[in-house]
Structures are given as structure tokens and as C-alpha cells.
């Protein structure tokens, strides 16, 4: 049965899902009961915050320069955004021609949840459509732990979905601030295909479809589901997850290294807000396209 957004409201306390939440819940369901079901925000007062409001700055001024403003006495203030410019100016990533689009938000209705995308710059022409993204720090080792990031997968899921483009014309195209002087490798590019769309596609239903249920255990009094510790999640070689704690999962570790929060949670959890006109009430809204 097909669930309206309205009868949803009624016993759906998350309706509206980015991809920080997607990463979230699919690490661990419980931290995301934790932080936006029991609203426990752990990113607040942490020392990660200082890099990450500089590149929430960033972004900024990347979208203001986008519509030719001016920005140099800004950037001049800020030390490492004026490196993270000079390293842009120099390595800029590849780039199709098209129409530019600067935090652009494209959404889209699943299985009752509002999915929602902000782009950091979308280039479109008659053949092809790129997303782009900015990261202040380094390439990940791995370009897979980036191909199966939510935010690779919904970006691209939600462009193929609301839009006319075939899932082969659309690609997605990460920047990385941290890595000026491997000039090149400073990108990274995913195309995208129709196989990769269908399974995106049943995976996100799979969770929506979970996230429904547990959201009504959770009303009834039930927790969400903790990963094992075999996962290895609640304690890393980077840190520890900041609900340790809550979860009853607290070690014996004293060392400063295992009382930091793993920067991946922090990043997830402190996302930029949504777009606050985007109607809960409302029908899908189609983006312009
Ligand atoms: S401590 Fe472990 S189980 Fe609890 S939220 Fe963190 S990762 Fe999940």
C-alpha cells in the first residue's frame, strides 16, 4: 500500500532524509537514534569543529564567487581557505561545459521519506549532467569507501530520478582541498549506469522500509538496533563513536586517541541544515530542470 505523506505524519517522527542521515543509519541504527530521535548532538564543543567551519566558510565563498561577488577580502582573512582557493585555481577538477548551478537542492518522494540533495555545483548541457563536491581534506585511500558513500549514491540516484538524463549521462566528480600538490589526483570522478541506479534504488527501499519500522518499535519504547562490536564501529583506530556511553560499550581505554570522536561521525552528524522552505506537508516538489 502506498502511504501518503500526510498519513505518514502521523506516526513518522523523520520524514526527510540527506545523506549524512543515510550514513548515519546505515553504520549504525542505533547512533542514529541517538541523534535524531533522542536529538543528542555530540559535535558540540569539540575541537573538530574549528576545520569544519572553515569549510562550511568554503563552501560559501565558492558559491559566492559562482555568482560574482566579491570575496577576496574574506578569503584573505582566512589563512586556509585562501590555500584551498590558491590549490582550486591551480588543480581545478575536470569540468564539462554547461550550465552552471551552484548549491543546487534537488529532492524526490520514497517509499514516504523526502530524499533531499544539495549540490554543490551541478553543470548540465543537453548530453551530459556533472555533479560536483568540495571537500576540505584529503583523498580518501580508497575510492570505494567514496562509491559507496550515501552521498555518491543519492546524489546521483535523486539527478537520474528527477530529471531526464539517463543514469549513463550523469557522473559525480569530488574535489579535495587537502592534495594540491598531486595536481590531478586531487579528484575524483564516478560514472553511473542504470545497474548501479536499480540497485541504489532497492537498497534505499530496503532501508526506508526499516527505518519505518523501527521508528514505530521506537514509539512503543524499543531501541534501535546497535551493530555488534565485532563491526569494530564503537571503537576504531581513529577514536571511538561519541555514544559509547549511552550504548553501554565503554573500554577500558584511557588513551587520548581512543577519547576522540571519529571525524567521520562528527562530519555526518554536523551536515549543513536542509532546505527549510521544502514543505513536510507538501507534494513532491519537481525541481526545474
Ligand atoms: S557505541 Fe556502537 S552501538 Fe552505540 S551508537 Fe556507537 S557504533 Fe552504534
Same mark, same amino acid.
Given at each position: 500500500m502506498v502511504v501518503s505523506p500526510m498519513q505518514q505524519q502521523?506516526?513518522?517522527?523523520?520524514w526527510q532524509l540527506s545523506q549524512g542521515q543515510l550514513n548515519l543509519l546505515t553504520s549504525c541504527p542505533r547512533k542514529f537514534q541517538h541523534r535524531?530521535?533522542?536529538?543528542?548532538?555530540?559535535?558540540?564543543?569539540?575541537?573538530t569543529q574549528s576545520h569544519q567551519r572553515l569549510g562550511t566558510q568554503f563552501h560559501q565563498l565558492m558559491q559566492q564567487q559562482a555568482l560574482g561577488l566579491e570575496i577576496q577580502p574574506l578569503i584573505a582573512a582566512h589563512p586556509p581557505i585562501q590555500t584551498w582557493f590558491d590549490s582550486f585555481a591551480q588543480f581545478p577538477p575536470p569540468m564539462i561545459r554547461g550550465e552552471h548551478l551552484s548549491e543546487y537542492h534537488r529532492w524526490g518522494w520514497l517509499e514516504g521519506y523526502l530524499l533531499v540533495a544539495i549540490y554543490d555545483l551541478l553543470i548540465l548541457n543537453p548530453e551530459q549532467a556533472q555533479v560536483l563536491d568540495w571537500k576540505s581534506y584529503a583523498r580518501p585511500r580508497q575510492d570505494i569507501e567514496l562509491r559507496q558513500n550515501w552521498q555518491t549514491r543519492l546524489y546521483l540516484y535523486l539527478l537520474a530520478e528527477t530529471s531526464?538524463? $539517463? *543514469? /549513463?549521462?550523469i557522473s559525480m566528480t569530488y574535489w579535495f582541498a587537502? $592534495? *594540491? /600538490?598531486l595536481g590531478r589526483a586531487n579528484t575524483l570522478t564516478f560514472a553511473y549506469d542504470q545497474t548501479l541506479h536499480a540497485q541504489t534504488h532497492q537498497e534505499l527501499r530496503g532501508w526506508l522500509s526499516q527505518l519505518r519500522d523501527w521508528c514505530q518499535a521506537y514509539a512503543r519504547g524499543e531501541d534501535f538496533p546497535q551493530v555488534p562490536l565485532t563491526a569494530q564501529q564503537c571503537y576504531t583506530a581513529w577514536g571511538c563513536c561519541p555514544f559509547v556511553n549511552r550504548c553501554q560499550r565503554e573500554q577500558q581505554q584511557t588513551t587520548k586517541l581512543a577519547r576522540q570522536v571519529a571525524w567521520a561521525d562528527i562530519e555526518a552528524i554536523a551536515e549543513l541544515a536542509l532546505?527549510?522552505?521544502?514543505?513536510?506537508?507538501?507534494?513532491?516538489q519537481e525541481p526545474l530542470l
Open positions: 502521523a506516526y513518522q517522527p523523520i535524531y530521535l533522542d536529538q543528542i548532538d555530540p559535535s558540540l564543543g569539540l575541537e531526464d538524463y $539517463a *543514469p /549513463e549521462q587537502e $592534495a *594540491p /600538490e532546505d527549510p522552505e521544502v514543505n513536510p506537508m507538501g507534494e513532491a
